[in-house]
């Protein structure tokens, strides 16, 4: 917490709509953090929908287990969130913990354990000792708001050096309805999600599996989309919930219904907003990298092949000097193990043309190019000339602040 | 060239055997450094066997594609390696310049094109000036030798802060054969071999299938199992040369003839110290980490996960600030994809058990593991606990000197 601030961070904040039916409240357990809130409660009245999409890691936290198992029910009463310390391979001290945790917060706010949502995140492998929520927990109950959004925001900070807010509106039925979202993370992110935890909130009336359909959707082209370091956490979680307190909507039961598309749209801007921050926090970052593949045989070898770019510390490096270093996006691109010619491949930097059909293309402009490089938001290219695959991954160059921060995380 | 020598360099260096015949003279052709040389020309006598394993990116420089088509032959008379452009990603041009660098070679040593094996390192992109090599390889060719065989190991270098030499010896038929090797290799560094070039020659009379099959078997061990940053070059290569000059052996045509093996073992040797050093001269290097998966469902299984260990920028970043961050060997283990139980996982920095079934071992002690962490060889064993499969993945760590070097290369 007591990095620099990323160049990066946005200039200021949204004020996200309050959502009717939810309501939260921060404290400070003094898990690891001091002089800050590092838990998180915030309450759905019944009747609330959840969705949500969990880490791949074969070794997922406590957290992410109780999540997966009680996500199939679809209904949501409350979410508990703290950061400092991920309850990650904790063993069977980390499932009684959030058992404990469960049981507290059901008392606190009045509902069955299995209603409760967790997330923690932090340190790996420090156990939890979830008898700091006890008092704390009761509480926050009796202090409940629907604003600011900020302080949920602050309260799930770990290494990151801005909160990250977005919110978004979409009308239905004549009525409009608001979805406002938060995020944390900064590093181990990589798509697949990484120590990377996003709620967000509507209060239009989605049946649960049709707010999952569009989670899981949208989820592909935001927070499946960002790399920062390619390493992927044990804690990732993203939940959705939707409170149906919109009033005079009819709900929505079907995912063909053309309602779920146009809230999907507002979903969808949230989802990217948020996932943009979580790049532009990225640890280090001083450049956010825009890597779009097209002309690939499929989108989803397009997918690769950009990940590959997005992730590679020879690219982030270059990109962090300012070098329009387009022999290391060759490799990369080789080293996909996806279909590529490279005697068919052109590269842009932004609108400029640096290399085509194999080689340096006649009309490149080194002045111009390092130019271009000085920029704070770049886009890289890749034309593969093969199909209409296509596909884009955004990323963070590699600085001394990644090493930095990283170098002397846990001590 | 201008970075500091890494603290993992050799205290001193071998003197490795001269090679029957096999002689060889290094030229300053001004490719892109200053007075150093950048040019080696190696010279066969007639009957000399070749093999070799190229890189498997998509993106091959010319000489990669050159070599491969030539190796199927098995028979060399001259290898030029140039350092200081990698003759990558140029087109046509660098198509015609591997021609005309052939052809320039194959006049001053007397034989065809096609027995000339080449290999070019250093910027992806710039086109290579065949021209330059024109007066150059005629002149060298005048004034070859067979000692010593540092002066081929510094021609070779690019980012490289120290010259890599290896060798050894076997006993065939009561007569000694040598196997001298040397590589360079710094950064791009991955199983696959990355920006590493070696070259290994001996006089042992190995028919050109028994070389490319004992080499094809040592490469997983050595070249295959080193990972600097992930990234893999586009011009790989490795190949090694048999002169059958050593005096009363009966020429080796069969894999499966005993003395193979015998060879075969001395190859292993040097090829493993080559790729070691590779290792201990990663950019950026203060640590050497050896990294093993055991317990896993496969060796594939394991070395896919011990891989994902290596090339995870947090565990090689908490390396360096001398963290025995183990949280983060967990998540690299979830992120590899591979069939893994947390609760049964253990975790070991060298002999210090660190973590048992899931969580934190009892016994664990954190000033033992801290003194640990602050030695320059470091070990770290996983056990899965699920079956019998077992890999090892050399690495370094990731430090400040990795982005300083990276950051500004190509300008």
Redesign the interface.
Known sequence: MAHPVSPLAPKSYPELAAIAGVSFATAEAGIKYKNRTDVLLVSFEPGTTVAGVL??????SAAVDWCRKNLSAGTARALVVNSGN?N???????RESVRLTADIAAKAVGCAPSEIFLASTG?????LDAGKFAGVLDQMATRLADAPWMEPARAIMTTDTFPKLAGATAEIDGVTVSISGIAKGS??I?P?MATMLSFVFTDAPLAAPVLQALLARHVKTSFNAITV??????SDTLLAFATGKADGIEPITDIADPRAEIVGAALADVLFDLAIQVVRDGEGATKQVTVTVEGAVSDESAFRIAKSIA????VK??I??E?A????V??????????????K?SIRFGDILV?R????AGSYDEAATSAYMRGEELELTVGLGLGEGRATVYTCD???G???I??????
Request: with cysteine.
């Open positions: 880490t791949r890691s074969k070794c997922s991920a990650a391979f904790t063993g069977v001290k980390g340190v790996i492998g420090e156990p590093g181990m990589a697949d370091d390619s390493d992927t956490s044990t992730d590679s510390p020879l490096t270059a962090a000097g070098d270093n387009w022999g290391r060759v490799m990369a691109v080789g080293k996909a193990g996806e279909p590529a010619d490279r005697d491949l290399a059909d194999g080689e340096r590699l600085t001394h990644y090493i930095t990283n170098g002397d995380y846990r001590s």
